[in-house]
């Protein structure tokens, strides 16, 4: 049987008046034995009037500091998280809040660092017994947290320096172009204001494997492609840590589909979607509970101008969707919504050497930090 909390409403951390309705069905709740809830407690704590989170036979399921409240993450914000929650009618009130935190932001710090993201160009064929290698930098910085697609905070910081290292190489299999590859990513996610003191482990990442494979491509500079990658569990994990955007103790597996269409001699579409499937983090938190995550869905376009030979200006477009997570089977109800928007360009400093850069910043999100301001660099050697 699944029971159903009515708290009060809340919206921009602005309390609300509880209706008789609301007043009732808490009550109602609140008297009910964990064992008809399907094993769960939930309640009012009579001290401090604030709602108890979900229990366990009689152990709350996410585990807390001596204060009550999450390791690093300052009382207020944590109260507006569950005030948010409340708003939005959610059961599991105020002990759902550390797992929202930690796997709605290791959600969308994970998207942050993201090594999937297709830079404008990357589809573009090159003849089998091409070799590229590839340096990232990426910075990105936000200081506002959304919930429910409500601001909760404006005073939230979360700043990433990323750095990725890309071997690539052309070859040809049965008449088709394939690219195998390896990235590693590594970097540091850095948190300050609200989120101040939470503890991130930052240093290596998680392995990723791919390969391209040109199903089409012809004379004019059109391509059709899919390409899959493969995220190892090999990155610096540490469950005890609020935050691990690099090392994720689970498998990841991305399908992406690409195409490259001219426009005209100076204009070039690139379109790419992918989806992304996640195993289960068996170790996640203190209590080694599990984390389950939804599949992301994302889509790409590039508009590319190419002001010479040599010389590109680009205008992104960027849309990712879905990734819910759950944690020990319960739903966290923080599906992503992320609209960002990148301007940049690229310039062949030798014929073997490539410059790219964009600047860009977060449009639109529904859950986590969002990014006003984002830097990309990447050098390119073609050998």
Known sequence: MQVKVFPATFRGCRKQKETRFEKEHLLEMERLPAAISGGFAIG?????????????????????????????????????????????????????????????????????????????????????????????????????????????????????????????????????????????????????????????????????????????????????????????????????????????????LTLQAAGVLPLSDKFTLDVVGDVQFHGDNKRFGESRQTMSQKQVWELQTHLRYHLSPATTLSASLFRAEGGETEIDRVDQDDRQRRTRMMIGASRFLAPNWQLMGHIGRDLSVDQGVRENLRVNLRLMTIF
């Open 44 to 252: 009012r704590d009579s001290a401090s009037n604030r709602m108890r989170g979900p229990t366990e036979g009689g152990k709350q399921m996410i585990e807390r500091d001596a204060s009550g409240f999450m390791p690093g993450i300052s009382a207020g914000t944590e109260n507006c998280v569950g005030q948010g929650f409340a708003g939005r009618k959610r059961s599991r009130h105020r002990g759902r809040v550390t797992a929202w935190l930690g796997a709605t932001l290791l959600a969308a710090a994970a998207q942050q660092v993201s090594a999937i993201s297709v830079d404008p160009g990357d589809w573009d064929h090159a003849p089998p017994g091409t070799n590229l290698g590839l340096v990232y930098y990426q910075y990105s910085k936000g200081g506002e947290l959304y919930a429910g697609g409500d601001k909760i905070s404006s005073d939230a910081s979360l700043r990433a320096e990323v750095g990725m290292l890309r071997l690539v190489r052309f070859v040809e299999v049965a008449g088709f172009t394939m690219t195998p590859q390896i990235i590693l990513p590594l970097g540091s996610v850095h948190t300050g204001g609200d989120l101040g003191g939470a503890s991130v482990r930052n240093g290596v990442g998680d392995v990723i494997l791919a390969s391209a494979v040109y199903l089409y491509r012809d004379d004019q500079r059109r391509v059709l492609g899919i390409m899959p990658y493969l995220t190892l569990p090999t990155g610096q994990y540490d469950r005890r840590r609020t935050l691990n955007p690099f090392g994720e103790n689970r498998w990841k």
